[in-house]
């Protein structure tokens, strides 16, 4: 696992490892365990071509916890402004002995892309590329299930929103899958599901009641306002009446059922802030865990990449 | 003291505490000590939703020589833009397990506020809220008039300018009301006085000379440009003949007065280069003590946390 | 040398330093050999007028492997704006006890304006001033060429490109001068030949392929594509026909040439994609040398600052 790109291409083994390297990071309780030297003298660096202070954030905080020097690089001030092609960036920053690129990108495949073309001894992790994929989000829904309803085989899982346009979704699908969770609901608008859905390994239900019935996990998707604008719904107000969490819903799930959310929150909007904010929701401890999950991945690839060098 | 908020509030003890420990990171001479461990491991987050690279930079530093972690983020381009509310920001930079954070905010009132709601665990230093307070400002120069004159009962100090916008002249009164100072002297036009100045525990002199006579500490207050457009002023050049601090008028002080200001200067408008420039100005003192004051601050506050949270 | 602003004034000895120091930083390979501690609990800042990603990168990579805080200004939303003048922003950030100003600046002589009022303990590094110098640039190429071809005595340079806009060729000239090389040659469009070249210590060469016969070492500048607006140039295609280094061209050099590029390319402008990733090309080598002469430059100076205030 010289890279961390997609869930796509992983086997269940690597997915395991990723959690259970977490697991060392994540403390006790929820809180971190504090500073290790893991990536003492490399230099993480931050290559955002979409502005993403919450996960630049995450991944800065995860980095310097494991002790790497971090070079934030905004991509839209930087060389590629000069007429410079991507991938003289690339081998010019390769050049200058940097050990790991964190890539966020509007287009999908970007940070494929990246990986194929930064030569040896450079590990890449894909940030978010366009639709395609947010692996490093889905793995840390997969540690936040993991530590509170351990067994991912007889899981019950609904996620709701806007499936078609969510990296964090399809991220989420591919990883249950390979952990063995048989019983994906996918639930939303029509015009919100992908073409081909069923080839995914999930179901479909038109009615969010009935994607909810009993499930042990409620993963909701952020609303991206935009979509609005482009027809694909009616209104926030409409939405929220057919497939906003409120408690009355969630009564519907089993009773000890988990929600999650891969934040921001637009509350009132795909959530009530009474379900947000209750007793139910681990949203705030899906951040949490994101820097354990985040910490893994990075030391885990540069690892690889490590040995891979000695070779 | 797990929080930094304001002077207000605060006891003799407080302040004389910070004084203190600051005078530890100080040094023998004017330069700084050095690095010291204490917030190792600990991540810092520059929270600044009104811009200003002097006061940021300030914070970087004295974090950076206690060896935490600091992460800069600015509010205007973060998820607030998302359409998160800010409570929702706090709570997930809190669940990033983050240690402090130090505010920068353009309405009244907005430390406390994130304070309020922050949760348990992490502290928050103002670093300027409106025309509210700015008391790291206020402890640095209560540091600086220590270092050069000792006592403070018995003290004569004239703060001279626009007192009624000034957040730093609130908090430069109160921290001088609490060490014993009885005798602080406003002085400043007319339509740059407070309602009920009163009340501050200072008296107001209208014309400059009767505040500056025989004083030990003169402090110049920046005039904001922007209140010229206000109707406040009616020029720079008026307001220098006025109120600007020459070596003429400085005459009238004490022969061992100390010159004070908060920065940036506007030469010629508030202050006279002779003056700024010349022996009884501590200006470029004050910045220097600057860090160490935060230094001060930020690992009482961190110290007041752990405690805290061991109960 | 206490500070480092540009190659002229420097003596033959300090350059072999700068580049004997860079070797111990550079590693056996290309890499660079990892952290070193040597300015811990320095502060290094980035004082930039003129955006520069990439080299506002290569220093501060170089700073963090010197174990160096490093604080980035961006000058144009800092205090400037405040009407403060360039002279009080230097003494205010002296004050807080930085150790180190990397100056970018698009005005010729602004390094030396403020290595000259920057005060006493604190060294400035020139890292591009308009059009006059870009000694780091220079001493990176001195320090590749010396790798790749041992001796600077016998070799023949040519430079090829709009010298009469470069601080990079002004600063390489001077360099290989000091360093023995007496076969220097210039060529490019007679547009952009500065006034009075010939005293620079080289020859003109209007025909490229005279200048590149029997070459040692070829220097290709980058093409500024703002200089085709200012009428100096009829076309990129035109200039490419003329001027750009293809393998033709580069046949008539010496066999063993190297190519050297101080970047961003433009690929098919001033040089061929051929050419530019071909086995004679050293352009990427440049890049990670340039890490292990910086660190060079920055300690050096550090040094000579701490051995002066001693004194």
Redesign the interface.
Known sequence: MRHFLSIAGLSREHLVEILDTAESFAGAG???A??VPLL??K?VVNLFFE?S??TR??F??AA??LSA?V?N??MD???VQ????LI??L????????DMFIVRHGDSGAAQFIARNVGAGVAVVNAGDGGHAHPTQAMLDMFTIRRCRKDFEGLRVAIVGDIRHSRVARSQIAALNLLGTRDIRLTGPQTLMPAGVEQLGARVFSRMEDGLAGADVVIILRLQ?ERMRGGFLPSEGEYYRRYGLTSARLALADPAAIVMHP?????GVEISSLVADGARSVI??Q??F??AVRMAVMSLTVSAQISGRAK
Chains 1, 2, 3 share one sequence.
């Open positions: 929820d809180r971190a504090g500073k003492r003298g230099t502005a202070t919450r954030s995450t800065e905080l310097k916890r020097d070079l690089l905004d001030t930087a060389a000069k007429g410079e092609s003289d960036t081998r010019n920053m390769r050049a200058m002995d940097v306002r934040g921001p929150i637009n509350r705030l401890r951040v949490a994101g820097i």
